[in-house]
């Protein structure tokens, strides 16, 4: 067997439990096939299901070996309008700054600020996300060649276009649907991504969704985030959100919509009935000022709860090591209870709800799961002493604490160089990308 051992570290289980084992990877299947003395059934693993002790080592000793972070909703390129429009409310944000700048947007522009992001998030232990945007066939690339795991979709926006241009946009997230799904030797799912309830037209969503649910593909929007979103649909409609996206048939058990602020109690039990899971967003809410997510109201009623980024431009970065500590921090607020939204509940959010959310292998270290990991680095001031590790994961760690990143058993980065891409290369092509466009933007 093509081995990769991880050795001497301290091992966060899927239980919660943290144990001092070694992990072994079987690197061509991509899977975990030991941890410590456990290993996958012979069954499972066939006639090799021996355990060999050759091959690639990954120190991890003074480390603790966590899932790879999953960032369940972002749009990955925006990492190059990062700092360029700050400190207003989304609506402004968007129709004002983000929206004249994204339309002298060009695809190299985005396979730059793409893989700016992706370097970003490996760099911070993340294995896996989900990103709406455009130009999707280059993040698609980067993706592959990065080696990370995504789920993609082209986002739809039917607002100020005529019937020829808002169907051509709905086709495209439908196309990106069909043809990038598999790619990066499966390692790339994808997802019909109408941008929200309120920017796509009802027909446009009736149309796109009964195509996506023949397709097969999950769907993926923004949901509830603003009052200003709700109100238009209770006031159009007499009805809210989550019941429109019922209406719709895209409230399923394999979708995922981001933010979820503004939801009332019928809108969380709908969302738990049809296992629709919500991606929070907290540093992205508190920034724009959208509001505070019910995350510990949404996870009393058994709804999978992820962690999201959003964009680098309303964050302003992709760690999700800080969306842990926002998404603790927010949700005691929101209850106004300090026992709500533990660390321990974080933890299982940016990992194991994540990858359930999105659908994809990973998000937790047993053996016969997918070898998707991060080795975070615990011999550092600010994180001694370690009374409880699941503790500085959500209070204290950060995604400069991280030191290998493992996805698909493939080493992603290695004592903190990543391997996959050239990080130089790529932030100096990102930079230089970023300051064209804005000269491009300030002529328009
Ligand atoms: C149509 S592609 C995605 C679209 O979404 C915009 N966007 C970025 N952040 C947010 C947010 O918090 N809410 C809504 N829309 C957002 C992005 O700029 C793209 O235009
Ligand atoms: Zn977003």
């Known amino acids: 067997m093509n081995t990769l051992r991880v050795t001497g570290g301290r091992v966060l289980r899927p239980d919660g439990r943290v144990t001092e084992s070694d992990v072994t990877i079987d690197r061509d299947a991509g899977t975990i096939v030991a941890v410590g003395d456990e290993t996958v059934s012979d069954a499972e693993a066939g006639s090799d299901a021996e355990v060999a002790s050759d091959g690639e080592t990954l120190d991890a000793s003074g480390s603790l070996v966590i899932p790879g972070l999953v960032n369940a909703h972002t749009h990955v390129a925006m990492t190059l309008l990062r700092g360029y429009a700050d400190d207003k409310p989304l609506d402004p944000w968007l129709r004002e700054d983000i929206w004249p700048a994204e339309a002298e947007l060009t695809p190299d522009d985005i396979e730059a600020g793409a893989e700016l992001g992706v370097v970003e998030m490996i760099r911070s232990g993340t294995t896996a996300f989900a990103d709406m945007y455009f130009a999707m066939d280059r993040v698609a690339d980067v993706v592959d060649r990065a080696g990370l795991r995504a789920r993609l979709g082209h986002g739809v926006v039917t607002i100020g276009k005529d019937a020829e241009g808002a169907r051509a946009d709905v086709e495209e997230s439908l196309a990106v649907a069909r043809e990038l799904d598999g790619a990066g030797d499966g390692r790339i799912r994808t997802a019909f991504m109408p941008h929200s309830l309120t920017t796509v037209g009802e027909e446009y969503l009736h149309e796109g969704v009964a195509e996506a649910r023949e397709a097969g593909v999950p769907i993926h929007l923004h949901a509830n985030e603003t009052e200003d979103e709700v109100d238009p649909i209770v006031d159009e409609r007499g009805e809210r959100p989550i019941a429109y996206a019922q209406d719709l048939d895209a409230l399923g058990p394999d979708d995922f919509f981001a933010h979820g602020v503004h939801l009332d109690g019928s809108e969380i039990d709908q969302i738990a009935d049809a296992g629709t899971a919500i991606v929070h967003c907290p540093a992205s809410n508190m920034k724009l000022a959208s509001g505070m997510a019910p995350v510990q109201r949404l996870r009393d009623a058994g709804v999978t709860v992820a962690l999201g980024t959003d964009g680098a431009a309303s964050n302003n970065d992709l760690d999700v090591f800080d969306e842990m500590r926002d998404a603790a921090m927010l949700g005691k607020l929101a ?62 760690a950060h995604g400069s604490d991280v030191r290998h990143t493992v996805c698909d058993g493939e080493v992603l980065m290695r004592d903190r160089e990543v391997l996959t891409l050239d990080a130089e290369r790529v932030q100096e092509r990102a930079a230089t990308a970023a300051s064209d466009l804005v000269d491009r933007v300030s002529e328009s």
């Open 335 to 396: 209850a106004d209870d300090a026992t709500a939204v533990p660390a321990e509940a974080v933890v299982e959010m940016a990992t194991a709800g994540g990858a359930d959310a999105l659908g994809l292998p990973g998000g937790r270290i047993e053996p016969g799961a997918a070898a998707d990991l991060a080795v975070v680095d615990l011999d550092a001031p600010h994180l001694t002493p370690v009374h409880d590790p699941v503790s500085h994961l959500a209070y204290a």
